[in-house]
């Protein structure tokens, strides 16, 4: 593999095939005429790619539900409880402190993220995962029942549900305005501003989407994977 | 230093030295998880080997002359639609060459979008499959007792125990 490499253009080479290809040209010379939204990553990562998108969000989704099913352990539910008592009081008090006062910022930060990811760096992805870490350093902090009590497990189930309704919705409701799926133009008669902005909007719900789910299945996965599915204390 | 190497090295290392880092990576991944015994080393070996995979990619994105990929004039957007509408009704002479400039993408200068956008799907997709994976050696340890190899081949054979 390394005798290979002397035929792979230049490192930094901008007439290389790759930066050459008719796709990649497309992308960077049509993304705001058609779609206004200058952040070309999202751009082709929501609407010219978007099923790709949506079954990547699906696929978090099947592994989250994979780790529930492979590890939960719905046995002994009054135990826990009593464990839950006990064992799980989370870091010390310069843990709790610092936590306490980070916390905010972290997830209005990572709201920015999901909200202005098509303007700048970010995205539902990223932002959803910035929103997932901050609940799993809430519970590293204050111990997993605290984080339990404000993103309980039925809650994580129902967020990355919806996370995928709102991404699949989007696109269906793009059908029954008769366009084909996830066409975003359609929607212009429901949305401000003509059909280029309903597609800057409709990435936008879709991302918003996107980090549902992969908020919903960071913790999950958090959650379960440091308790071997018992749920009842963190680390 | 001799001088075939030090040519070799100029000729062949020095510009594409992405693509050897990433062929070394791949290979300290590949080498984990085919000799390594422990189900948790293979899995290290994984990431490893994805890591490599994205370095690939997003290298190959790399421009020399350009920046992010977002396009940085979005915030004169408006007055841009005012230029257009003004240059088609009356002379096109008055627009002065810098707005004829930023209406035009040079794609130079924005590094290729579309790796980046691949490797994010990768990125997402190699955290499902880890978390996933810990999860099924997690409970591999419960039933068994330990994650290296043989021993489990050990505990599966019939008549073992």
């Not at chain 1, 990547?56 to 008592?85: K, M, Y």
């Not at chain 2, 030295?17 to 390594?36: E, H, P, S």
């Not at chain 2, 790399?62 to 004039?73: C, E, F, L």
């Amino acid at each position: 593999m390394l005798s290979a490499t002397k035929d792979f253009p230049d490192w930094r080479d901008k007439d290389s095939p790759a930066n050459e290809g008719t796709v990649s040209s497309f992308y960077i010379e049509k993304t705001e005429d058609l779609t206004k939204v200058p952040n070309m990553v999202t751009a082709v990562l929501a609407d010219f790619r978007g099923y790709d998108t949506m079954f990547e969000t699906i696929v978090i989704f099947i592994a989250g539900i994979g780790i529930i099913a492979v590890l939960r352990n719905f046995d002994e539910p009054h135990s826990s409880s009593i464990q839950r008592e006990n064992n799980d009081e989370g870091g010390g008090l310069l843990a709790r402190f610092t936590c306490s006062l980070i916390l905010p910022f972290i997830q209005i930060f990572s709201l920015y993220v999901v909200a202005h990811g098509h303007h700048s760096p970010g995205g539902g992805f990223q932002g959803g995962v910035m929103l997932g870490a901050s609940y799993i350093l809430l519970a590293l902090a204050f111990g997993l029942s605290k984080a339990k009590e404000r993103f309980s497990e039925r809650r994580t189930m129902i967020f990355a549900a919806v996370g995928i309704f709102i991404y699949v919705g989007w696109g269906v409701l793009c059908l029954l305005f008769g366009e084909e799926f996830l066409d975003y133009s359609a929607l212009n008669s429901i949305l401000p501003g003509d059909a280029k902005m309903a597609r800057s909007y409709s990435m936008l719900m879709v991302e918003i989407g996107v980090a549902f789910t992969v908020t919903a299945i960071m913790f999950s996965m958090y959650s379960n994977l440091s308790t071997r599915g018992r749920l009842s204390k963190g680390l | 230093m001799d001088p075939i190497i030090a040519t070799f090295i100029e000729d062949n290392i020095v510009p594409k030295f992405n693509y050897w880092i990433y062929v070394i990576l791949m290979m300290i991944g590949l080498y984990a998880m085919i000799t390594k015994n422990n189900l948790m080393k293979k899995l290290i070996g994984m990431a490893i080997f994805q890591t490599a995979i994205i370095l690939f990619y997003v290298s190959i994105g790399v421009k020399d002359t350009a920046g992010i990929p977002i396009i940085s004039h979005h915030g004169s957007e408006h007055h841009q639609g005012a230029t257009v509408h003004s240059e088609s009704g009356s002379s096109s002479e008055e627009v002065s060459p810098v707005k004829v400039k930023n209406n035009t993408i040079d794609k130079d200068k924005y590094a290729n979008p579309l790796p980046h956008v691949l490797m994010l799907t990768a990125i997402v997709v190699g955290v499902s499959t880890l978390g996933l994976a810990l999860a099924i050696s997690q409970k591999i340890f419960k039933s068994f007792g330990t994650l290296e190899e043989d021993e489990i081949l050990n505990k599966l054979r019939p008549g073992s125990q």
